[in-house]
Every structure is written in C-alpha cells, then in structure tokens.
C-alpha cells in the first residue's frame, strides 16, 4: 500500500468485505461517540499495547472498556487494522499502525501511521490531505468541524 489514493481519497481498490467492516466500526463508533461526548477518536494497534486516544484527552483502557460501544470498536477497529495492515507490500507494513474516526467516516495515514505519536493529531489536522479514508468523513461531521471548520459551518447550514 503506498500513501497514493484515488482522486477522491478513497483506498484504491474495491473490498466488500472492508466496505462492510467500515460500515459496521463507523455504526459502532457513533453509539460510542453518542455516549461519551467525543468528536473523534483515534484507535491503534501497536508493540506497546496502547490502543486509543481522543483529540481532547488521552485514553487509557480502564477508562472505555466497561463500555460496550467501546469493546465493540476495539474488536472492529483490530480487524480494520489487520485488513489495513496486510495491504502493504510484504514486509513493508508499519509495527503500529492506526486509524481514525469521527463515526461517519474512517481513516489511515500510510506517511505516519502511528496515532499515539505525539502530535500526530495535529499532523492530520494541518494536512488532511494526508489520510487514506476508508470510508468517506461527512462533510458536516466532527472531523470536518475540526479540520476545516469553515466548510463544515457552511455544510451545516446547508442541510
């Protein structure tokens, strides 16, 4: 897999079987996001175990896992990342990897696949250009609220 998309930011190639995996994490993550009041959230799978962040505060496993919604994305969000991750070349894949989601869309970032890395968040802010979505952000979601807050007004106020 290379940092390359298709025009529209899409992965470039078709899977089914991940459409229905992105659908199934974002559904999950937006009963989440209902229930915790977060925007996005960021989820990893990396050597060191650590696994989740949100933008405004870090996440520790003790603070989620009692919930539901939350063990649900976990479970979906390690299965994502696993079919993410086998679209590298053969070993050229990341040690750690992660995504990102606002529950409408999801997202990788092949140039800095590690979300716990400090900054990284406003990386992607800075440049969202440089996330791979694997299922389409509204463009009135959070992340476009975060990222291009303008846009996302002006889209809101469309709808």
């Not at 930011?9 to 991940?18: Q, Y």
């Not at 440089?130 to 975060?146: E, K, Q, T, Y």
């Amino acid at each position: 897999m290379t940092a390359q998309s298709s025009a529209d930011g899409l992965m470039p190639f078709i899977d089914p079987g991940l459409d229905d995996l992105t659908r199934e994490f974002c559904h999950a993550a937006r009963y989440w996001f209902d229930q915790s009041g977060h925007l996005v959230a960021v989820w990893g799978v990396g050597t060191n175990g650590h696994f989740g962040i949100s933008w405004d505060r870090w996440l520790k496993r003790q603070d989620i896992a009692p919930l539901r919604a939350a063990r649900s994305c976990e479970r979906l969000a390690g299965q994502l990342l696993e079919r993410v991750r086998q679209r590298w070349p053969l070993g050229m894949a990341p040690h750690s990897i992660g995504l990102i989601t606002d529950g409408s869309g999801v997202a990788v970032a092949p140039e800095d696949p590690w979300p716990l890395a400090p900054g990284w968040l406003d990386r992607r802010i800075a440049r969202p250009g440089s996330l791979v979505a694997l299922r389409r952000f509204d463009p009135a979601g959070n992340w476009a609220l975060i990222s291009q807050p303008s846009r996302s007004v002006a889209a809101r106020r469309a709808s």
